[in-house]
Structures are given as C-alpha cells and as structure tokens.
C-alpha cells in the first residue's frame, strides 16, 4: 500500500517569507508526527497529532512554527518570516496509534532552503 | 530531559566482519528503545525494538538487547554485507512514542 508521501520534496524560499509543507499519511493512521532534521543530526521532535487535535507541540522551536491536521489525516506544517536556521529536512510519519507497541512510517521528508 | 547518544561516525569496515554500534540514553522510567536506518536515497526505517529491559530486537542479522544496568542499547551485526551500509539512529520512546534520536551513525561497508 501507499506509504507516507510528502510535498514538496524540495522547498527554497527567501528569508521572510511563508512557506507550508504538507503531510500525507498512511490511510486509517491515527497518530501523526513532524521532525526536524538538520545536516548530520538526529530528527528532532517537533509536535504529534492524534486524530484532528494537536496532542504535543512541545517541540516547536517559537511562534512561527504552527500545525494543523483540521480532518485527522492530512497534515500542514507552517512556517512564517522564514529564517535561514530554519534549513533543514522536514520529516512526517504515521502510526496506527499513539504507543510504543505502534511503528512510526516515515515519508522521504521535504527539504527546506532559506537563502 | 531524555537524551541519546550514539558512537560517532563514520564507521568503515570491509564485508563479514562484526559490526558494534554502541548507543547509550539518558531517561527517567523505562523508555522503549529503537534503531531506524537509512538507507541512500531512502526514509528512515524501523530496524528494530526493545520496550523493556532485558528484551533483545532482531531483525535482518541485527541484533540489540536492552540494558538498564547500563543503560544501553548497542546495535551488533555479526557479519555485514554492502547492502548494510546506511546511517543507522538510536531513539528511545515514552509515553506516546514521541521519538528522541541520536546523531547518527553512518557506516560503509566496503567489498
């Protein structure tokens, strides 16, 4: 079946601006997750949704950060007044559910460039 | 907070030797634990899993048993092909699975 897709794949916008990344996860998963993976690092948490509310957003590093999942599948993750330290490779994933019993799926991420 | 650490990279070795990546963490209670790979060109994967302690994850040759004691997670392959060589990431889980990684280790295996 059809994984985790994510678009675009590659984002390059300029410092300033809003951009919007979108998530599609698997269908009938419930719980969803956005990372943040800079060059050589570890993905990095950023908020988890279970069904349409936003369960976690613990992770988001300040107020130009925002996501919504307004019908429990779909994901956006928006950014605005963009910063170069905002480059990096944005991942999703989808479980089931929310747990340690439950494997994320991750998509091939979006790849966000401020110049 | 929960933190993970992982040997650093990058890690060569030729095809059929032993292969140790050592992952240690840092957590209250008893998280589960993980190891993703990535493959090139690819997303990362679920290699394998351990929720308590004492528990050993398998998977494709690789295995990685969890231990309180010390706290760690090290991943071991007995002998690696080429087909082995991605960026492997130790994470641990609580609660809703939220996923702390590592750095990440790449590692090349060369015929």
């Known amino acids: 079946g059809a994984g985790v897709s994510q678009t675009p794949s590659n984002k390059v916008t300029e410092k300033g601006k809003y951009v919007e990344l979108r998530c599609d996860p698997i269908?009938?998963?419930?719980?969803l997750y956005w990372y943040r993976q800079s060059l050589g690092q570890g993905p990095e948490f950023l908020i988890y949704f279970q069904g349409t509310g936003a369960a976690d957003d613990s992770g988001l590093p300040n107020d130009r950060f925002f996501a919504v999942r307004p019908e429990g599948s779909v994901s956006t993750l928006k950014i605005q007044r963009t910063e170069r330290g905002d480059s990096a490779v944005y991942l999703c994933?989808?479980?089931?559910?929310?747990?340690?019993?439950?494997?994320?799926?991750f998509g091939p991420g979006t790849r966000l460039t401020v110049t | 907070g929960n933190s993970v650490t992982q040997m650093e990279g990058p890690v060569t070795l030729s095809e059929e030797a032993f292969l140790t990546i050592n992952c240690t963490y840092t957590a209250t209670g008893y998280p589960s634990l993980f190891w993703y790979v990535q493959y090139p060109g690819e997303g990362l994967q679920l290699l394998l899993k351990a929720t308590k302690a004492d528990d050993k994850g398998s998977n494709k040759g690789f295995e990685a048993t969890y231990r309180k004691e010390t706290t760690s997670f090290h991943l071991e392959k007995g002998s690696v092909q080429v087909s082995d060589s991605a960026v492997y990431f130790c994470a641990l889980a609580q609660g809703a699975q939220k996923l702390v990684f590592g750095q990440g280790t790449r590692l090349t295996i060369n015929p």
């Open positions: 994933a989808s479980s089931p559910q929310a747990g340690p019993s439950y494997e994320q799926y």
């Open positions: 269908s009938g998963h419930t719980a």
